[in-house]
């Protein structure tokens, strides 16, 4: 797939190459305000010290910034901490390049299973992207679910589109979704490209998941999902079928 057009710098990679560094990042992306040592220590589970270390290297690389507490009485003033603000990169995009960051790095960080862990992540992240798309609370068909999932992959930024294969059977009056066949949704852009080639298991997880966690959002009929990584350097494939048995690759 083709290299997204603001990819993170060497600097950052190496300073999101940790679990727990970056959720600390992500404690304080969560966050409105500012917060001390000691409430983000609480929040990740870290030590003060740990936490200490993490935000010095995070903030050498510009992605969390200190202020003094102002202080109307005695007392020394505490350090608080916020998460920069990324120009063009707030929203669900950046907050989905972390998330990749998260489950690549626990390759890294000795995780047991981290495409079951990367699954379950990125269905959270499409039930989440799905309710925030405001869907309704009435299920949805297999066509109009597969719309909404390609019109969601497109918001994420993976410039998708329905195969020629699959909108030939739909122009035959054979559906995808509707006859069996497998609709299949090509990805020519992915914003985790760096991060995929290293780590395709991973980050294709995630994507797999995100796409089964949207659709089980949407009420939608039993599905299989799979993903094709990489069948050409710049494109991968989603492929959408209904379910015929309970089993493996299922959604549900």
Not at 66 to 91: C, H, I, K, M
Request: a negative charge; aromatic letters at 2%.
């Amino acid at each position: 797939m083709s290299m997204p057009p603001e990819p993170i710098d060497s600097r950052t990679h190496r300073v999101l190459a940790g679990v727990s560094r970056v959720a600390v990042l992500q404690a304080l992306r969560l966050n409105a305000g500012l917060l001390d040592v000691q409430t983000i220590a609480e929040q990740v589970g870290l030590h003060t010290n740990t936490v200490r270390t993490h935000l010095d290297q995070l903030i050498e690389a510009g992605l969390v910034e200190s202020a003094v507490q102002e202080r109307t009485t005695p007392g020394r003033p505490r350090l608080l901490f916020r998460a920069t603000p990324t120009p063009g990169r707030d929203g669900p995009e950046d907050s989905y390049k972390v998330l990749a960051e998260i489950l690549a790095s626990g390759i890294r960080d000795g995780e047991p299973a981290p495409g079951a862990v990367a699954a379950q992540a990125g269905r959270r992240w499409g039930q989440r992207l799905a309710q925030q798309g405001g869907e309704s609370a009435e299920p949805l068909d297999s066509g109009r679910a597969v719309d909404r999932v390609v019109a969601l992959l497109d918001e994420v930024g993976f410039a998708p589109r329905v195969s020629n294969a699959t909108a030939a059977r739909t122009l035959s009056g054979a559906t995808g979704n509707a006859a069996g066949n497998a609709t299949v949704i090509e990805l020519h852009q992915c914003p985790f490209y760096d991060i995929a080639r290293e780590h395709t298991d991973v980050v294709c997880a995630v994507h797999l998941g995100l796409i089964q966690g949207a659709l089980d959002q949407m009420q939608a009929p039993p599905s299989t999902v799979r993903i094709e990584p990489f069948v050409r350097p710049d494109l991968c494939l989603a492929h959408i079928a209904p379910a015929v048995i309970h089993g493996a690759g299922a959604r549900r």
